[in-house]
């Protein structure tokens, strides 16, 4: 499903991360941990498209997204992935249904409202679904992110430390969302973190190490 060789980013002229060769099977899941610096949300967005490598390639489903940008990498990325962002952004004046529903427009895909309702709740924010998204707290806004994310059944779902902000109970019920939902459909779930809480509970581990210049 994925394989990267010969990876790397550099900013301002220096290495940011390198990654000589790293592959995981469609279906599989794997948690990306290391120390700040070590470059876990460029990996992320350079798998999405977000930025383009300074060299390397990143093969997903044999699509090389090294080589994509502009409106190219768009199309892919709305087909392909859902993303989980480490500072949930959400639009304000909507409501929680209508940005987790705004997934789907921006995919182009048809709205599935009865899907929607259920990932809220399952992740225990249902009763929240008429309320502004402007008035939750930060761990029921990354909740919501998620089920966004998950709306369109992405088939490599991203997620940037998706736990940070939660106790102990939530932690455990998003994490098994994310494993549960990308079971059902065959998908890659790949994980930045630094909670060593979930760290078990995936297939595979990538350990970034830090920078260079690291004191």
């Known amino acids: 499903m ?10 301002d002229g220096r290495v940011v991360l390198q990654l000589d060769h ?5 279906g599989r899941s794997c948690c990306i941990t290391g120390p700040s610096g070590s470059g876990k949300t460029t990996l992320l967005d350079l798998l999405c498209a977000l ?13 090389n997204v090294a080589r994509l940008s502009g409106r190219a990498a768009d199309r892919w990325r709305g087909s392909t992935v859902g993303v989980v962002t480490q500072t949930p952004h959400l ?5 929680v249904q209508e940005n987790v529903m705004l997934a789907a427009r921006m ?9 929607a309702a259920s990932l809220l709740d399952r992740l225990g924010v249902s009763a929240l679904a008429s309320r502004p998204a402007g008035r939750l707290s930060q761990g029921q806004r ?4 998620l089920a966004r994310a998950l709306l369109c059944r992405p088939r490599l779902l991203l997620a940037d430390e998706p736990t940070a902000h939660l106790d102990d109970a939530a932690c455990a019920q998003l994490c098994s969302l994310m494993l549960e939902s990308c079971r059902e459909v065959g998908a890659t779930l790949l994980v930045a973190t ?22």
């Open 22 to 26: 790293w592959q995981v099977a469609a």
């Open 2 to 11: 994925l394989h990267v060789k010969s990876l790397t980013q550099a900013h």
């Open 142 to 145: 990354q909740r919501v992110v």
């Open 107 to 115: 995919a182009r895909v048809a709205v599935d409202g009865a899907r």
């Open 51 to 63: 930025r383009r490598p300074a060299s390397g390639d990143i093969l997903v489903e044999g699509v």
């Open 194 to 215: 630094h909670d060593r809480r979930i760290e078990p509970l995936f297939d595979q581990r990538l350990s970034l190490p830090a920078p260079e210049n690291a004191t």
């Open 91 to 95: 639009l304000e004046i909507l409501t």
